[in-house]
C-alpha cells in the first residue's frame, strides 16, 4: 500500500466537509435573503441585515479555504508525478515544443519553467530529467535574456544569481549566440547550460513552489 494513501483520504475528507459545510451555508444565506424579500419591512432591519453581511463574509472564507484546498491538492498530484528537491517540486514534459509555448503550459499548471538556483539543485533535476525525458538532447529552463541582451533573468523577471553556463569550449563559451539565441536551455548530458534560438521545439520541465 502507498505511504500517501491516508494523506490523500484525510484530504478528500476535508474537501467533502468543506463542501457540505458550504453547502449548508449558501441554504441558509437563501433562506435569509427569501425571508427578507416576503417582509418586506417599511423599517430596515438592521440585525438581519448583519446576519445576512456576517454570513456572505464566512461564505466568502470557505470559498477562498476551498480553492486554496484544491491548488494544495493540484501541487501534491504534480509531486506524487515529478521530483520533490528542496522546497519545490519538478515535472518533466517529453513533448516538444517552442520555449513560449513551454512556458504558457506550464503557467497554466500553476508553476514556471524550472530555474535550478543551486549546484545541488542542478544535477538533481539533470537526473531526473534524464530518466523522464532521455539521457541525451536539452530542454528548457526558465531563463531568457530577451527583455535586455546579456541580462539572463528568471521567469519572474528577476536576475538569476546561480549559472551553469558551458564554458567547455574555450573559443566560444556559453551563451554565445547574442540576439539570435535569447531562451536557455539544459543539456543532458552534463547539466551544462546553453542559449538557443527560442522558436526550437525542445522538452521542458516546470517548478512549482511548496508553500
Request: with cysteine.
Amino acid at each position: 500500500m502507498s505511504t500517501s494513501e491516508p494523506h490523500s483520504t484525510g484530504s478528500r475528507m476535508e474537501f467533502r466537509g468543506v463542501s457540505v459545510l458550504l453547502g449548508v451555508l449558501l441554504l441558509i444565506h437563501c433562506s435569509l435573503q427569501q425571508t427578507a424579500t416576503r417582509k418586506k419591512p417599511v423599517k430596515k432591519d438592521t440585525l438581519q441585515d448583519a446576519a445576512v453581511v456576517e454570513l456572505q463574509k464566512r461564505i466568502d472564507e470557505i470559498i477562498q479555504d476551498l480553492n486554496l484546498l484544491k491548488e494544495k491538492q493540484a501541487l501534491q498530484t504534480v509531486c506524487l508525478r515529478g521530483e520533490k528537491i528542496h522546497k519545490k517540486c519538478f515535472l518533466a514534459d517529453p513533448l516538444k515544443k517552442r520555449y513560449h509555448t513551454a512556458s504558457e503550459d506550464c503557467n497554466s499548471l500553476g508553476g514556471v519553467l524550472a530555474t535550478p538556483s543551486s549546484s545541488e539543485e542542478n544535477d538533481r533535476l539533470r537526473d531526473y530529467i534524464r530518466q523522464s525525458v532521455g539521457p541525451d538532447g536539452q530542454v528548457w529552463l526558465g531563463v531568457n535574456d530577451m527583455t535586455i541582451e546579456g541580462q539572463w533573468m528568471d521567469q519572474t523577471g528577476s536576475s538569476i544569481t546561480y549559472k551553469n553556463w558551458d564554458a567547455s569550449n574555450f573559443r566560444s563559451p556559453q551563451p554565445d549566440g547574442g540576439k539570435s539565441q535569447n531562451c536557455g536551455a539544459m543539456s543532458l548530458t552534463g547539466g551544462k547550460w546553453l542559449d538557443e534560438n527560442c522558436r526550437e521545439e525542445k522538452p521542458s520541465v516546470c517548478e512549482f513552489n511548496i508553500v
